[in-house]
């Protein structure tokens, strides 16, 4: 029971009783898994998340270090398949606490935390260019992901009821009787496999087959062989007049079930099953929302790409994404350093001590250790870049232009610069 009104606790005449047991008045409770405090502000839900994920997370730190322990991939698993899945767990009925800066703030502070962990990043870091050197989402981001998917599958499970429970009669409505499917196609262990779910095919009994379909099928394969099974098994059952919705994962097996060129015949059975099954009902054909809600994700992060740091805008590559994925630990940390600039350069060091370091080079003691320089400038690694990059002298967007990451990683292992603090 929740109440908005200020003094309730002088209002309250007795103590709230069922059944003769006294119920204790508090703030906040747990129901689920999921802590509803009194405002319905999901700051404690939120706050109580975030502990527990650092928690995870300090612990892993303690099984890292700069160069033993977890390696970035494993890392990688341990953040996205264990810690944000508490996280981002019931996010629907909480995502409105997302829309706070403070909680939005704490969430993200967390995911900096794993990046740090998993790239050996400085703690000065910032997040966002992390999430793109780790290849991560942004955390609100995610978690608007995963609400508008637990939001689907419920509604395509009928069990999303905003609407009343009861009609005008007083009586509870009936089951509705539309026919839902949730199809699927999936690959594991490279065996191919899809799967049929009809909730209701008319005589209220849910129905579920699996079928394993060969080795070398392809997924797109396998979703459109479960679409034309879905549309078999319900003509068979003899269903006429509903309207029928199919779900289904892959965006790129409806495309092709509904072009007018039809190039495989998997797909082609599907199309035949498929008018069958129109002649005597309603058939909707739509995907399971995952693609593109991810398209939507990916779309918020290119309109966030102003707000980057501008050293990170001028040196980051579309193609790192799949080179950095590779890299080892300590490549993974210089790439990180340079990327970022948050690295062990004098210029950058001075800004943690300013009294006992200073801004210049040490090894040509001619301009700021920046980045700038010690990539394309300072005389102490003049032959070095001669060797790696063809040139003497040259400005960081012109390396960054002219060759891949992995050589220019090569370069700044080679000086052992980074590893000297
Ligand atoms: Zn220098």
């Known amino acids: 029971m929740f109440t908005w009104r200020r003094n309730w606790r002088d209002q309250l005449s007795k ?22 405090d009194s405002k319905l502000s999901w700051n404690e839900h939120i706050d109580q998340k975030c502990k527990k994920a650092k928690g995870i997370l300090l612990q892993c730190r303690r099984a890292i270090g700069p160069s033993w322990g977890f390696n970035p991939q494993t890392m990688k698993w341990i953040y996205t398949a264990l810690v944000r899945p508490t996280l981002t767990y019931a996010a629907m009925t909480w995502i409105n606490g997302l829309y706070k800066q403070h909680n939005l703030a704490k969430l993200k502070s967390v995911q900096r935390l794993a990046n740090i962990l998993i790239t050996g990043a400085l703690p000065s870091t910032p997040g966002d260019p992390l999430n793109s ?3 991560t989402i942004p955390i609100d981001l995610c978690i608007e992901e995963e609400a508008a998917l637990g939001f689907l599958r419920l509604k395509s499970n009928n069990q999303w009821r905003i609407e009343p429970m009861i009609n005008e009669k007083g009586n509870l409505t009936t089951h509705t009787k539309l026919c839902k499917k949730l199809l699927n196609g999936s690959k594991m262990d490279d065996k191919v496999g899809s799967g049929v779910y009809i909730p209701d095919n008319g005589s209220g009994t849910p129905v579920e087959l699996a079928f394993h379909i060969g080795e070398h099928s392809t997924v797109f394969q396998a979703e459109a062989y479960a679409v034309e099974q879905a549309a078999k098994l319900l003509i068979d059952g003899g269903t006429k007049n509903k309207t029928i919705i199919i779900n289904c994962d892959s965006q790129a097996a409806i495309k092709a079930v509904d072009s007018t060129i039809i190039k495989s015949k998997t797909t082609q059975r599907a199309r035949n099953e498929l008018h069958k099954l129109e002649k005597d009902n309603n058939v909707l054909l739509r995907t399971v929302w995952k693609n593109a809600l991810r398209q939507r994700s990916h779309r918020k992060m290119r309109e966030r790409w102003k707000d980057m740091p501008p050293h990170f805008r001028t040196v980051w590559r579309e193609s790192y994404t799949k080179s950095l994925s590779n890299l080892g630990k300590n490549k993974l940390r210089a790439a990180t350093q340079y990327l970022t600039g948050h690295c062990e350069l004098n210029y950058h060091l001075n800004k943690y001590k300013p009294k006992s370091i200073s801004k210049i080079c040490p090894h040509c003691s001619m301009e700021e250790e920046t980045m700038n320089h010690f990539i394309g400038q300072c005389p102490m690694w003049f032959n070095r870049r001669g060797r790696f990059f063809n040139c003497h002298y040259a400005s960081v967007s012109e390396i960054a232009d002219r060759f891949p990451l992995r050589k220019i990683v090569g370069y700044i292992c080679s000086t052992n610069r980074f590893n000297q603090h």
């Open 133 to 135: 050197i780790t290849n």
């Open 15 to 36: 103590p709230l009783q069922v059944d003769d047991t006294e119920i204790e008045i508090r703030n906040t409770t747990k129901f689920l898994g999921v802590t509803l």
